[in-house]
């Protein structure tokens, strides 16, 4: 059975950080890139980062750049997004996908096969 689990999400004050995990079971773990999802309410979800299967690339979305930084540990199935900086606007419900396609781009929501239920990140101004 397939289970992907986020955790980490909370309420932090504009400036602060957070660092978001995402466990995965019932799958190869390595061999399937990994990518991180929002959704603001009224909005469509949003590609903000992802990695390879072994970790060693990795993409952000301008808005993130810099300020957030992706990982993996293939021997614990979680991989990790490490968010600094937090803007008010980068409140919304963070999600954890796994896909078996991996491209250098801004990840698609319809190429991640297993997903989590989401953690949320809510920054006051």
């Known amino acids: 059975q397939v289970q992907v689990v986020e955790s980490g999400g909370g309420l932090v004050q504009a400036g602060g950080s957070l660092r978001l995990s995402c466990t995965a079971s019932?799958?190869?773990?390595?061999?399937?890139?990994m990518g991180w999802f929002r959704q603001a309410p009224g909005k469509e979800r949003e590609g903000v980062s992802c990695i390879n299967y072994s970790g060693r690339n990795k993409y952000y979305a301008d808005s993130v750049k810099g300020r957030f930084t992706v990982s993996r540990d293939n021997a614990e199935n979680t991989v990790y997004l490490q968010m600094n900086s937090l803007k008010p606007e980068d409140t919304a419900m963070y999600y954890c996908?796994?896909?078996?396609?991996?491209?250098?781009?801004?990840?698609?929501?319809?190429?991640?096969?297993?997903w989590g239920q989401g953690t949320q990140v809510t920054v006051s101004s």
């Open positions: 019932g799958f190869a773990f390595d061999d399937f890139a």
């Open positions: 996908a796994a896909s078996n396609i991996w491209r250098v781009t801004a990840p698609l929501p319809s190429e991640y096969n297993h």
